[in-house]
Nanobody
C-alpha cells in the first residue's frame, strides 16, 4: 500500500516561488519513481515532472522546463518541487504520484489527494 501526502501549496504572485513537498509512505520495499501532475479547472491532466528512484533520471513537462526543479531525499521518503518564476497558468491542483517507473503522462498507479496552487497576475 502506497500513501502520498502533499504539502506546500498556496497562493503566490506571478514571478514568485513556491516549494511543494510529498512524503511517500509505503509498506513494501519497492523502489518507486515519483512525480508531479497538475490539473486546472476545465483542463486535462498535465505531466509536470518525474524523478527516478535513484534520482539520476529526471523529466519535465514542456510548460515548466527551466522554471521548476524536482528533487528527492530518499532518507526522508520525500520529494520536492521547487517552482520559480510562477505564472498564472501554473494555477492548478498539483498531485504527487508514484509508480515503478517514470510515466511522462498522467497514468501513474498511485496519487495523493493534491494541493492547490494559485498564482495571481
Amino acid at each position: 500500500q502506497v500513501e502520498l501526502a502533499e504539502s506546500g501549496g498556496g497562493s503566490a504572485q506571478a514571478g514568485d516561488s513556491l516549494r511543494l513537498s510529498c512524503i511517500l509512505s509505503e509498506h513494501t520495499f519497492n523502489a518507486y519513481a515519483m512525480g508531479w501532475l497538475r490539473q486546472a479547472p476545465g483542463k486535462e491532466c498535465e505531466f509536470v515532472a518525474g524523478i527516478s528512484w535513484s534520482g539520476e533520471s529526471i523529466y519535465y513537462g514542456d510548460a515548466v522546463k527551466g522554471r521548476f526543479t524536482v528533487s528527492r531525499d530518499r532518507t526522508k521518503n520525500t520529494m520536492y518541487l521547487q517552482m520559480n518564476s510562477l505564472k498564472p497558468e501554473d494555477t492548478a491542483v498539483y498531485y504527487c504520484v508514484a509508480d515503478t517507473a517514470i510515466v511522462e503522462e498522467c497514468f501513474w498507479d498511485n496519487r495523493g489527494k493534491g494541493t492547490q496552487v494559485t498564482v495571481f497576475s
